[in-house]
């Protein structure tokens, strides 16, 4: 890829825009009010806004290696706090999709270096539900599997913080887990029931 492409890109579609709405810039200079804090993978095929039909000012985004919602990781917690308790977005997100690269790598018995703390917490969700995984014979259904076990795992680790608690309490955000099919193209809804995990683990995790 030319780099200085993307320069005359960006011009073009300036003038797009420009020629859709002449106060298009304006707006987007005013400030931002996103419904939905989306939590994804940074997987350049995974794209945000575009999978879902959205534009800048619809969405927060936060996106790293296999959509990872870590309660150790700063970033994501200041990110979460960010869009939960300043924006006051609505609805927070986690989207995986098949074909994950971190979560195929966190199933290979290797050393991978700096990634090992890393994959690490993904080994984790494979530990806690081995059972169900192993008994899956094919690998491939296996690791589809996976994928979703973690965006399960991380829809769990976002009712863990006491930004969401709290904001479920005070005006019913909801968290939602999803997966993207790079093969078709469809976002799938893995319905989640998030307000029953939620009491499920309000004994140990509640934070009022």
Same mark, same amino acid.
């Given at each position: ?65 296999? =959509?990872?919602?870590?309660?150790? !990781? ?10 939960? @308790? %300043?924006?006051? +977005? ?66 769990? =680790?976002?009712?863990?913080?006491? !930004? ?10 909801? @968290? %939602?887990?999803? +997966? ?29």
């Amino acid at each position: 890829m030319d780099i200085s492409k993307i320069f005359e890109n960006n011009k073009e579609w300036i003038q797009t825009k420009l020629d859709e709405d002449a106060s298009y810039f304006d707006k987007l200079a005013a400030g931002q009010d996103p419904d939905i804090l989306y939590i994804g993978c940074s997987d350049s095929r995974a794209t945000a806004e575009e999978i879902m039909g959205l534009g800048p000012g619809d969405v927060f985004v936060y996106r790293n290696i296999a =959509n990872m919602a870590s309660n150790t !990781d700063l970033t994501v917690m200041g990110v979460i706090n960010y869009a939960v @308790v %300043h924006l006051k +977005v609505k609805h927070v997100v986690v989207c995986g999709h098949y074909g994950c690269g971190g979560v195929k790598a966190a199933m290979q018995s290797q050393d991978l270096g700096i990634l090992n703390p890393y994959l690490r917490n993904i080994r984790d969700v494979y530990r806690m539900h081995k059972d169900e995984l192993n008994a899956i014979i094919d690998s491939n259904d296996r690791y589809k599997r996976l994928i979703e076990l973690n965006v399960q795992e991380q829809c769990i =680790n976002v009712l863990k913080t006491s !930004d969401v608690q709290l904001a479920f309490k005070d005006r019913g955000i909801t @968290v %939602h887990g999803w +997966v993207f099919d790079l093969a078709s193209g469809k976002l799938i809804d893995l319905k989640i029931d998030f307000a029953t995990i939620l009491d499920e683990i309000m004994e140990i995790y509640h934070l009022d």
